[in-house]
């Protein structure tokens, strides 16, 4: 069996695409790879720093949100989930502003304009205590 100018496996495009679709897998892994090793890098340097008390005053709150779109293919129905992340950020006494990642109930529970002891172990919140 020779070679055949319709047989789609020796087509050039085909080839073409065929590697274009590895390069952005290997793309995709890559960044996959480097963001689990990121996360490591910070796990283990939050774990080595020093757990600290400061004093501080919250300055600003935020909230991110992402939502997602899940369709399901039996029903032809559309699932929206949304998933919030609540930020903190505290002004020290050195004046400068740490921002951190809290839970929602925390998030509730803190008010601009708060003063009071900080903890936190690098980048990681562990509380924050008002002054009375």
Same mark, same amino acid.
């Given at each position: 069996?020779?070679?055949?100018? &319709? ?10 695409? $065929? ?7 290997? =793309? =995709? ?6 963001? =689990? ?5 910070? @796990?283990?340097?939050?774990?080595? !720093? ?7 005053? =919250?300055?600003?709150?935020? $909230? +991110? /949100?992402? !939502?997602?779109?899940? &369709? ?10 949304? @998933?919030? *992340?609540?930020?903190? *950020?505290?002004? /020290?006494? !050195? ?9 929602? /109930? +925390?998030?509730?529970?803190?008010? +601009? ?5 900080? *903890? ?8 924050? +205590? @008002?002054? !009375?």
């Amino acid at each position: 069996m020779g070679f055949s100018p &319709h047989d789609p496996f020796h087509d050039p495009m085909f080839d073409f695409v $065929t590697i274009l679709i590895i390069i952005i897998s290997l =793309i =995709i892994f890559g960044f996959l790879i480097v963001s =689990i090793f990121q996360g490591i890098q910070q @796990r283990n340097r939050d774990n080595q !720093s020093p757990i600290l008390d400061v004093g501080a005053l =919250i300055v600003a709150k935020r $909230t +991110e /949100v992402h !939502s997602y779109q899940h &369709h399901n293919n039996n029903s032809h129905h559309v699932d929206h989930t949304s @998933r919030t *992340t609540y930020y903190v *950020t505290f002004e /020290v006494q !050195s004046k400068d502003r740490l921002e951190f990642v809290v839970s929602g /109930v +925390e998030f509730g529970q803190l008010a +601009e304009g708060d003063t009071g002891k900080l *903890t936190f172990q690098g980048s990681r919140y562990l509380g924050f +205590e @008002r002054y !009375s």
